[in-house]
Nanobody, 126 residues
Framework: VQLQASGGGLVQPGGSLRLSCAAS????????TAWFRQTPGKEREFVAA????????RYADAVKYRSIISRDRIQNMAYLQMNSLRPEDTAVYYC????????????????????WGQGTLVTVSS
């Protein structure tokens, strides 16, 4: 399974972006989809995750109240809507998925995800 992350770009501070994540297999059975991000010289960090069977979400404190993760069962895609973007949100954003329904306490762990996208760059700058 290959993941395609898209939607990144250049946005001014205070602006919004919506990232998308799609699997190459349209019938892929998602358990959890997550977004992580990484800036040069820093470790990759958890951003948000959603469990497909019940829609339960989890967010990192850094993006909480400014971001919404969602999934579309018909399109079989996941999204990350980011609002009120700040320069410190600049990073390469990666989507990751697992077919297993892990409890939300595990969603920030990178090791539970079986597949990773190639990343999409988000740059927040005036």
């Amino acid at each position: 399974v290959q993941l395609q992350a898209s939607g990144g770009g250049l946005v001014q501070p205070g602006g919004s972006l919506r990232l998308s994540c799609a699997a190459s297999e349209r019938t892929f059975k998602y358990g959890v989809t997550a977004w992580f991000r990484q800036t040069p010289g820093k470790e990759r960090e958890f951003v948000a995750a959603i469990r497909w069977n019940d829609g339960h979400t989890r967010y990192a404190d850094a993006v909480k109240y400014r971001s919404i993760i969602s999934r579309d069962r018909i399109q079989n895609m996941a999204y990350l809507q980011m609002n009120s973007l700040r320069p410190e949100d600049t990073a390469v954003y990666y989507c990751a998925v697992t077919p297993k329904n892990y409890n939300t306490g595990s969603h920030s762990r990178e090791d539970i995800y079986d597949y990773w996208g190639q990343g999409t760059l988000v740059t927040v700058s005036s």
